[in-house]
């Protein structure tokens, strides 16, 4: 079946550190890969998506590369800032199966400290 | 910034109390959900519907209920609620072809609280 696993947090980072957070995936056929981020207080929103192989997603400072080799699609963002402080989903879309809907990690949360 | 709303944002309530949580959305689009997010921020699908008339379970059993009888209104119900029922809930809507784009748009979510 189709499933998503993303590294667990919480995640604690330096304003302008590095980060990183793994997202790997088990899907038959070509799915498309998406990160979604949840600020707190609020609902979730699109923050980034691959749809094949090779592409990179870009927002926000934020980006993703769509790897089937590894099946994975790391987000990473070279300098982070207390804004980026939230709730990050990773999550696929299978067109195949699940009735058309997103299947999304369990989410990580990030904590960026001044 | 995506039209969808959800009221109410805060809820406390007695168990065995009917509730209802409304989901209105203003951009026409025919496909809505309802997820339920634990306190560990997991996200688990409870319904979706494709349209009008047309509700389906999710991934995840839920008690509650759900309802389409207009393209822009999603409410979701518990006839009568309990403790456990104590959570976040996030409605969502996307185009048809959300299997091309992807892309879900939230309301900012109910919180429910039963003592």
């Known amino acids: 079946g189709n499933s998503v696993t993303q590294m667990e947090g919480p995640v604690t980072l330096s304003e302008e550190a590095f980060l990183t957070i793994n997202c790997t995936y088990t899907?038959?056929?070509?799915?498309?890969l998406f990160w979604y981020v949840q600020y707190p207080g609020e609902g979730l929103q699109l923050l980034l998506k691959?749809?094949?192989?090779?592409d990179k997603g870009s927002n926000k400072g934020f980006e993703a590369t769509y790897r089937k080799e590894t099946t994975s699609f790391h987000l990473e963002k070279g300098s982070v800032q207390v804004s980026d402080s939230a709730v990050y989903f990773c999550?696929?879309?299978?067109?195949?199966?699940?009735?058309?809907?997103?299947?999304f990690g369990k989410g990580t949360k990030l904590s960026v400290k001044p | 910034e995506a039209d969808i709303y959800q009221t109410p944002r805060y809820l406390v309530i007695g168990t065995g109390k009917k509730i209802t949580l409304e989901c209105s959305q203003t951009?026409?689009?025919?496909?809505m959900y309802w997820y339920q997010q634990d306190p560990g921020m997991e996200l688990h699908l409870i319904h979706y519907?494709?349209?009008?008339?047309?509700?389906e379970k999710g991934d995840l059993s839920s008690e509650s209920t759900v309802s389409r009888i207009r393209t822009e209104h999603f409410p979701l119900t518990l006839e009568s609620a309990r403790p456990s029922h104590t959570s976040q809930y996030l409605c969502?809507?996307?185009?048809?072809?959300?299997?091309?784009?992807?892309?879900?748009?939230f309301g900012e979510g109910s919180r429910l609280t039963v003592l």
């Open positions: 999550a696929l879309l299978n067109y195949g199966g699940s009735q058309g809907n997103l299947i």
């Open positions: 691959a749809t094949k192989a090779d």
């Open positions: 899907a038959t056929g070509y799915p498309s």
């Open positions: 951009m026409g689009h025919d496909k």
């Open positions: 519907s494709y349209g009008v008339n047309s509700t």
């Open positions: 969502a809507s996307s185009e048809f072809a959300t299997r091309r784009t992807g892309e879900l748009f």
